[in-house]
């Protein structure tokens, strides 16, 4: 595989929660070396997505999720949950990554000839308090990557922050998804309180 846009990509987005300041930083690379992320060597020439949070959390109120969305000619052209796949399907929790800091990562790659390839993802908090979890997600903010690959060649997309519509139009599939759980409209930064 060949990517027209080989040079890295990256977004920095800034946030406030749980009373800190902080930042997302995004990364769009080409894989160069599917082994060392765990790939299969056809893996080469796709992109990867690798977003971290700043500054680690403290304690309770800092966890956070990140909630993967993809919409793919895989998918009937529909944003799908992408669950992180050694694990299975999420069934009771949207977040494949949940924790203090978490870092997400996908390296999505393909033996299709063609594939369109869009995520949104987004990092979120809980809501509610510690001792009264009404399982509600608080988006804080989101952003898209993708790729576009016709024979050998890939187009990178992204990244490009979202805005809190783009957040808003997932609702009816999550809520659908995942019965036990809220999801509250527009961007948060609320914290969870002890």
Sequence with gaps: MSALSQSPRALE????????????????RENDDPAALGCPDFARGYPYCRATVEPPGRGYQDI?????????????NEFVIDPFVPIGPVALNPFPFLGWAPVFFDAPHSDFESWDFLAHSFVCGLGGELHDFRREVRAILGFSWGFSQRGSEIEFIGPDALSAADWDRHHD???KTFREWKFAS?????????
Excluded: C, I, T
């Excluded at 956070?64 to 009937?76: F, I, K, Q, T």
């Design 186 to 194: 527009g961007f948060h930064q609320h914290p969870l309180r002890p």
């Design 64 to 76: 956070l999720g990140w909630l993967p969305m993809v919409n793919s000619n895989r998918h009937e």
């Design 13 to 28: 987005l800034p946030y406030r929660w749980a009373d800190r300041e902080g930042s997302v930083r995004v990364e769009l």
């Design 173 to 175: 599939y999550l809520k």
